[in-house]
């Protein structure tokens, strides 16, 4: 499944945006009305969705496919949202280390403003993208572990992976592959994930919050 | 080789506080495990996709079972630095405040950065039980000497 944002920021932000969802084509009649979608997608449950998408005039039937969809394509369709509220300052950018900074080892929180757990998104280290890991990445990414995002922007075009919202739990077995025969590499890169975002998060939740 | 008393009770006393947080932070991270648990399983009927395997969905929601030694070497330097620390006035001598500005740095290099990333790793939990070990050794011949100087001293003020 791949959604993308399509639309021109660079030249002026009254430009029209456009999501493409599956076949769905979510116009939207400048940046800044997309920008304000994402921020109220914020923390948002699938019934809320529904409602904002009324609220903005999107296509029609998104608005009727939403509620049948499972909670890891919500999961992915709302990472997509809160990507582009959390790099739109990047975009237009020429710096590259603007844009990378923001996109390798990082994180995005899907507040929720209620005293349950806050999902997130992290997106991994930049040592992991050297090309030595691909097939592991790979796997994970049918395992639903990871994610792909790719941007272009002024400053060029980037690459990573990140955590889904949503992910869920795969067994030991499940990180065999042909090219791992006994799944020991994908997991402890998997491992190797899980702890560097703990480490990140944990470390921004003692000293900066 | 026979222990000074003073010292090895001192370390004691240092070892059950260490036991102790061990301890309590031990069921804690299991109590919130099995607690998260319960949750995941009652969705799990509802949404069996969004959960998958519950185990690992727990490690990916950062609710990791616990491990002794990790906590163990996470929480290991504070006590030995206040139990050199209190050392200093029955000591005394150039050597211990040497160790004991040494294990400042120690401590505070430990809390700001290494204590998070490093816990897990078996050197790190090794570098730690060392720490812990050649202290008491090198606590212990401080003081023996010290015991004999008095000793020396003494004898002098009866002759």
Known sequence: MEIRIAGNIEQSRENA?????????????????????????????????????DKYNLDRNFRDAILGKGPIEIGL?????????????????PDVSSMNEKIHDDFIIDVNYNSIPQNDIYFIKSSYLNGAYDMQLEKLVDLNLLAVASVSSVAGNFNTYFTPLVAPGASRENFT??????????Y?????????????????????F | MVFDHTVAWSYFGGFASLALTVLVIFLKDNYKRDTQRKVLEKLYHTSPEEIG???????????????????????????????????IPTLGGEYWVIVVFILILITLLHEFYSADRFSGKLLYQLFILSLWISLFLFNNKIAKIKGQEKITSKSEVLK
């Open chain 1, 17 to 53: 945006a456009t999501i493409l969802y599956d076949n769905f084509h979510l116009r939207f009649p400048d940046f800044r009305n997309l920008y304000s979608f994402t921020e109220e997608a914020k923390g948002a449950s699938k019934e809320k969705l529904y409602i904002l998408s």
């Open chain 1, 188 to 208: 402890s890169l998997w491992r190797e994930i899980l702890n560097d975002k703990h480490n990140r998060i944990s470390s921004w939740h003692n000293n900066r």
């Open chain 2, 53 to 87: 395997n519950i185990d690992a969905k727990l490690d990916i929601d950062g609710f990791k079972s616990p491990n002794v030694f990790q906590i163990a070497a996470m929480w290991g330097v504070q006590p030995l630095f206040i139990l050199c620390f209190l050392n």
């Open chain 1, 77 to 93: 369709f709302k990472a997509v949202l809160l990507i582009y509220g959390w790099i739109e300052t990047a975009l237009t950018d």
């Open chain 1, 177 to 186: 592959s042909e090219s791992d025969k006994s799944g020991m590499k994908t």
